[in-house]
């Protein structure tokens, strides 16, 4: 029942983020607007309740929905076959940019646990 | 005894055929990913998706047709993206504490993936609706799709680049780690989890949260950044060039 609850909140804050989004036409996507509404909303225990499980249930499960979306690569064989050597190159390198740079940065800019000293310096 | 066939061509033409396929070849992959150990290679998403568009590609059954029932786990993108707002909600503590460095990194790594992406894509003269595509493909599928419509790509490529992307980082990013020289102390792990998050995505994020506890976490706060900061950021950035 939780879960049903939790859903329902999801589904809810997706629907007025949707509204918000489109009648302020704001540049974020409804579902963006609906999280941003739900981390306000967690603040009240009866929604961080029910959220709770079917958030978990969800995110636990995430690589499951990109499946549909990824089967669509079969639309776009003749752009592929055209390209595909030269797509794969770039985002197999600017993903490995942007996983280097954001471990590196956040690395850096994190002080070891055991030596809070190191922050002063 | 009817044809199998005929059967076949019946089966194929319902919703319920897309959904079931979808569920039975994830719950397969998923489950060869846990006996060979969680290996990279061995990615559920990377083993669905091909072999169920082997399979469509094979029999002639065409997209549209096995979306309609897809279409249903498609669906809790939506609901997934705004249940998003959970995993930063628990780490609200270390959010207020460290948004600065967090922030940072995210908009390093964020403008490092799109940005390079940008220009390797115009150095080997991909067509500028592929360009466009490729610009948002570190956000979370819809998002990025949503993106790309806004800033005159195809919604369609953009998911599929974003899919693709996802699948190098969760495939690769255990390799780049060890070149990097990440320690595997809470600090590397927050590193790991933080950078798949924010360049990898949901796929990314799925990885980390398996391989590690500190990195699961991270990563979910990265992908929740993420999201917010590119569609804040890329549409107006790219309105300011057009």
Redesign the interface.
């Known amino acids: 029942m939780q879960g049903l609850r939790g859903?329902a909140w999801?589904?809810g804050?997706?629907s007025v983020?949707e509204l918000l989004a489109r009648g302020l036409s704001l540049?974020?996507?409804?579902?963006?607007v609906?999280?941003?509404?739900?981390?306000m909303a967690?603040g009240w225990a009866p929604v961080?309740e029910a959220?709770?499980v079917?958030?978990?249930f969800?995110?636990?499960h995430?690589?499951?929905?990109?499946?549909?979306?990824?089967?669509?690569?079969?639309?776009?064989l003749t752009?592929l076959s055209q390209?595909g050597g030269?797509?794969?190159?770039?985002?197999?390198?600017?993903?490995?940019?942007?996983?280097?740079?954001?471990?590196?940065?956040?690395?850096k800019?994190?002080s070891?646990?055991a030596n809070n000293d190191a922050e002063l310096r | 005894m009817p044809n199998f066939v005929e059967l076949w061509v019946y089966l194929s033409a319902t919703p319920l055929f897309g959904l079931t396929a979808t569920l039975i070849t994830y719950v397969l992959a998923q489950a060869v990913y846990l006996r060979m150990h969680q290996a990279p290679w061995a990615n559920p998403v990377l083993w669905s998706v091909s072999s169920i568009a082997a399979v469509l590609l094979l029999t002639g059954v065409p997209y549209p047709t096995y979306f309609a029932g897809a279409q249903f786990i498609h669906f809790l993108l939506g609901p997934a993206v705004v249940a998003l707002g959970w995993p930063m909600w628990q780490r609200r503590a270390e959010l207020r504490q460290r948004w600065g460095r967090l922030l940072i990194a995210s908009v390093a790594g964020g403008s490092a993936a799109s940005g390079s992406a940008l220009a390797l894509g115009w150095a080997l003269d991909l067509p500028a609706d592929v360009l466009l595509s490729l610009a948002p493909k570190s956000v979370t599928a819809p998002v990025a799709m949503g993106i790309a419509e806004k800033i005159g790509g195809i919604p369609a490529l953009a998911a599929v680049f974003a899919v693709l992307t996802g699948l190098v980082g969760a495939l690769s990013g255990k390799y780049l780690f060890a070149v990097l020289r990440l320690p595997y102390d809470s600090r590397g792990w927050g590193a790991r989890g933080f950078a798949l998050g924010t360049a990898a995505h949901g796929i990314g994020a799925a990885r980390a949260l398996q391989v590690n506890a500190d990195a699961g976490a991270y990563a979910g706060l990265a992908l929740g950044l993420q999201v917010v900061l590119a569609s804040l950021l890329m549409p107006l950035l790219f309105r300011l060039l057009a």
């Open positions: 859903l999801l589904l804050l997706q983020g540049p974020f996507p409804g579902p963006v609906g999280m941003v509404l739900l981390l967690l961080a959220v709770a079917c958030a978990d969800l995110l636990s995430l690589s499951l929905l990109f499946v549909p979306v990824g089967v669509g690569v079969m639309t776009h752009l390209y030269r797509m794969l190159l770039v985002i197999i390198l600017s993903t490995w940019a942007g996983l280097a740079v954001t471990a590196l940065v956040l690395f800019l994190t070891p646990p």
